[in-house]
């Protein structure tokens, strides 16, 4: 399904590497942001453009996704939605939400994936009338959130629930942390080709401080090791060739937590 004309969809750079999502829907002067890394950046487009809040809606509980959300609804207004699990984490939440919700908001349905691994009260959104998924710290591009909370088994499958999604999927992350991940993907899988084409791109956008994300699922399957145990190659460079998906995404993450 093609975008609807009047949808736009801002990506938003907070603090230092952050990113919040704002919809507005030209047709009906609603606007729907997730998350609220801080008050100022997502002020000034909402302040620039004239609009109001009428939804936030919150990934996860870390600081640096909800700093800006009790400022942001007292000015700008809004409903507040988010992880029923540490609701009581932010106390301007108005709906607690988890995957046994459903939500249809600016009239896109919103379907919610509890992926916890990260954070244990971490969700994820999926628009599939824009072809877009809110993924913030559970996948990056090359990347995947670091494992606070859970184990990697809980983060690998929040993961798998993830590549469920279609190929043509664009995913909007939480952080600008290409490079390094890059830098990463590449001393466990040097000769992949899409991979050291993806570097230069990344070079190239962050040298003009231009944005590397969003990025398409389609194109994280090719570069990003966290969605490849099964590559030849990272399972040669780990010893891993008969261990499982789910073993050789563990010790990936276990490297990247100490490169």
């Known amino acids: 399904m ?6 736009q969809i801002i990506q938003i750079p907070c603090r230092q590497d952050n990113y919040a999502v704002l919809i507005h829907d030209d047709k009906t002067n609603q606007t729907l942001l997730f998350d609220a890394p801080e008050h100022d950046a997502i002020a000034q487009v909402l302040e620039t453009n004239g609009w109001q809040l009428d939804h936030m809606l919150i990934t996860h509980y870390h600081f640096d996704h909800i ?18 699990i540490n609701a009581h984490e932010l106390k301007c939440l108005d709906n607690p939400i988890d995957e046994s919700h459903s939500l249809n908001l600016l009239g896109i349905d919103i379907k919610i994936f509890d992926t916890p691994g990260h954070k244990d009260d971490h969700i994820c959104f999926y628009l599939a009338d824009l072809k877009i998924a809110i993924v913030a710290d559970v996948i990056f591009s090359m990347g995947c959130g670091r494992i606070l909370d859970g184990d990697a088994a809980q983060m690998y499958r929040s993961i798998q629930k993830l590549l469920t999604l279609p190929a043509d999927t664009l995913f909007y992350c939480g952080h600008e942390y290409t490079t390094a991940n890059g830098e990463f993907a ?3 899988e040097p000769n992949n080709a899409d991979l050291q084409a993806r570097m230069t791109e990344v070079k190239t956008l962050r040298a ?52």
Do not use: C, H
């Not at 609804?73 to 409903?79: E, L, P, R």
């Not at 231009?210 to 030849?232: A, G, I, M, Q, Y």
């Open 2 to 7: 093609n975008r609807p004309k009047q949808m």
């Open 67 to 84: 700093a800006g959300a009790a400022s942001l609804k007292a000015q700008f207004g809004g409903q507040i939605y988010g992880p029923k």
């Open 186 to 188: 590449l001393s466990v």
């Open 208 to 259: 003009q401080n231009r944005p590397t994300l969003p990025t398409l699922l389609s194109d994280e399957l090719k570069v990003n090791p966290f969605l490849r145990s099964n590559s030849p190659e990272i399972r040669q460079k780990l010893n891993m060739q008969s261990a499982s998906d789910e073993a050789v995404f563990a010790k990936i993450r276990s490297l990247k937590d100490s490169f």
